[in-house]
């Protein structure tokens, strides 16, 4: 049992060693918002084309990414595959904490009754804001 305990400790230890070796971090923030931020929805035909390609690859799971552009930083937060058209994307919140940006969307189903596209489609949003150079919460 004292053997056991002790290999624990020392994988725990190393696990730990190996995190803070590599950078990785948890970020944590409150949610207390420190201020609104202005930002632009981005259409398709208004992306660069390096994301544009990114979300090509990532649209038909459900993702969550950002992209980097000068002083420019774009939040994507895509829902996978729907199996219909008729979804729309809803932003609930977008504002600064003291330490990150939370960025919060809901996906919203096509109405009772809408007349939807048969066909698959992939529902993401983009927006476009001036770099805050914070970590990006996703809610």
Do not use: H, W
Request: charged content about 25%; some cysteine.
């Amino acid at each position: 049992m004292f053997q056991l305990k002790k290999v624990s400790i020392s994988v725990l230890t190393a696990a730990l060693l190996l995190c803070g070796l590599s950078g990785c971090s948890i970020e944590e923030s409150n949610g207390t918002k420190v201020s609104d931020l202005d930002y632009t929805v981005v259409e398709e035909a208004d992306l660069p084309e390096e994301l544009a390609a990114i979300i090509e690859e990532k649209k038909a799971a459900d993702f969550k990414t950002t992209y980097e552009l000068e002083d420019e930083i774009y939040i994507v937060r895509g829902y996978g595959e729907q199996d219909t058209g008729g979804y729309s994307i809803s932003i609930r919140d977008l504002y600064l904490t003291t330490n990150a940006v939370l960025f919060d969307t809901e996906l919203i189903g096509p109405r009772k009754g809408e007349t939807t596209s048969q066909s698959p489609s992939y529902p993401y949003i983009v927006v476009k804001l001036k770099n805050q150079d914070k970590s990006i919460i996703f809610e």
